[in-house]
T-cell receptor, first 115, second 112 residues
């Protein structure tokens, strides 16, 4: 059974800091890994998708890496801004077997960036 | 191109009642998945539909059921509502089961 863990559970930083969010998963049989952002009470916004064959993806100030063999991913946010405050969720998509395509999520990291 | 849309956005139901939530998938997407997100938790997989067939189910009781229509929109039905069913229900669509998932804004269900 796939388990996804995100560390830290919460993070509070001053504006302008670079920060790293961590995600680990127990089963390497994945199609891809997605990082999402969720604002309070809202749906999920996809930030980055890394295919299982890729090592990293970048979008603007965001960079995500994937080490499938060790079951780890990191999301790097450069020059953080108050508008980055949200919950960040990591999810892996199951490859093969029953329920293939199912996303398993971590509990999320609550990020607060203060001015 | 329209994104994933869910209706209604908020709903209050009484314990024991039944509810139907709806999801319109993104254009061209044949796969729809439903997730339940309790407060402070990550979303939990309920089930997935691929080309109108159920393609996997999570650890939810049979009173959670669904449908996918020929236009690939989907419904989630929950019978005999319990207080613990109060949650944000999220729908996601993708081109194929193994491709990027795009989520709707969710339906907030409160059971009283």
């Amino acid at each position: 059974k796939q388990e996804v863990t995100q560390i830290p559970a919460a993070l509070s930083v001053p504006e302008g800091e670079n920060l790293v969010l961590n995600c680990s998963f127990t089963d390497s049989a994945i199609y891809n890994l997605q990082w999402f952002r969720q604002d309070p009470g809202k749906g999920l916004t996809s930030l980055l998708l890394i295919q299982s064959s890729q090592r990293e993806q970048t979008s603007g100030r965001l960079n995500a890496s994937l080490d499938k063999s060790s079951g780890r991913s990191t999301l790097y946010i450069a020059a953080s801004q108050p508008g980055d405050s949200a919950t960040y969720l990591c999810a892996v998509k199951k490859a093969g077997g029953t329920s293939y395509g199912k996303l398993t999520f971590g509990q999320g990291t609550i990020l607060t960036v203060h001015p | 191109e329209t994104g994933v849309t869910q209706s209604p956005t908020h709903l209050i139901k009484t314990r024991g009642q039944q509810v139907t939530l709806r999801c319109s998938s993104q254009s061209g997407h044949n796969t729809v998945s439903w997730y339940q997100q309790a407060l402070g938790q990550g979303p939990q997989f309920i089930f997935q539909y691929y080309r109108e067939e159920e393609n996997g189910r999570g650890n939810f009781p049979p009173r959670f059921s669904g449908l996918q229509f020929p236009n690939y929109s989907s419904e989630l039905n929950v019978n005999a509502l319990e207080l613990d069913d109060s949650a944000l229900y999220l729908c996601a669509s993708s081109l194929e089961p193994n491709t990027e998932a795009f989520f709707g804004q969710g339906t907030r269900l409160t059971v009283v």
